[in-house]
T-cell receptor
Framework: LAKTTQPISMDSYEGQEVNITCSHN???????ITWYQQFPSQGPRFIIQ???TKVTNEVASLFIPADRKSSTLSLPRVSLSDTAVYYC?????????FGAGTRLTVKP | DSGVTQTPKHLITATGQRVTLRCSPR?????VYWYQQSLDQGLQFLIQ???????AKGNILERFSAQQFPDLHSELNLSSLELGDSALYFC?????????????FGQGTRLTVV
């Protein structure tokens, strides 16, 4: 079970790009990296998943260096509605144990 | 709408009582997960079922138990309730494809123990 380390909190302003980095030094060969977003009193929502290099969807990009010991979730031009907790999960076969996450606050 | 249904949405009960939380996964999803989230706390993984069998166990108390039925819905039973059991309980489901796949969460059951 790969342990993940994320910043506890981050602040940003509307319109800025936000990068949240997750460290996972003991990631295993078969592990995927998955990010979820959670708003207060709601269940988490899948954002993006990747194995290596770069993955992009309509919401975010995920950058994974060659050694895969870290990953960076990039949120382009954040808005107030992006204020949430972001979780990085690393594992295989649907290992769904969440860490503490990063609380992102977007300010006007 | 994630397609995962949890009932009831809210539940208020007294200490010492027993409650059952129900989760209906998305159509076709074989894996069900249960989580507990206390106020301003992280998601505590409780237990996972896959196609009726227990797959993984987290920090689930002995007073808590769960099962997944043949129709794939799942129930989480909480007994001898304590004030500290007050929390949001989430259920999630995912398909099983031999690798990490997207999980879908329900809206949760808010349990208040008084």
């Amino acid at each position: 079970l790969a342990k993940t380390t994320q910043p506890i909190s981050m602040d940003s302003y509307e319109g800025q790009e936000v990068n949240i980095t997750c460290s996972h030094n003991n990631i295993a060969t078969n592990d995927y990296i998955t990010w979820y977003q959670q708003f207060p009193s709601q269940g988490p929502r899948f954002i993006i998943q990747g194995y290596k290099t770069k993955v992009t969807n309509e919401v975010a990009s995920l950058f994974i260096p060659a050694d895969r010991k870290s990953s960076t979730l990039s949120l382009p031009r954040v808005s107030l509605s992006d204020t949430a907790v972001y979780y990085c999960l690393v594992g295989e076969n649907n290992d769904m144990r969440f860490g503490a996450g990063t609380r992102l606050t977007v300010k006007p | 709408d994630s397609g995962v249904t949890q009932t009831p949405k809210h539940l208020i009960t007294a200490t010492g009582q027993r409650v059952t939380l129900r989760c209906s996964p998305r159509s076709g999803d074989l894996s069900v997960y249960w989580y507990q989230q206390s106020l301003d706390q992280g998601l505590q993984f409780l237990i996972q079922y896959y196609n009726g069998e227990e797959r993984a166990k987290g920090n689930i108390l002995e007073r808590f138990s769960a099962q997944q039925f043949p129709d794939l819905h799942s129930e989480l039973n909480l007994s001898s309730l304590e004030l500290g059991d007050s929390a949001l309980y989430f259920c999630a489901s995912s398909a099983w494809r031999g690798r990490n796949t997207e999980a879908f969460f329900g809206q949760g059951t808010r349990l208040t123990v008084v």
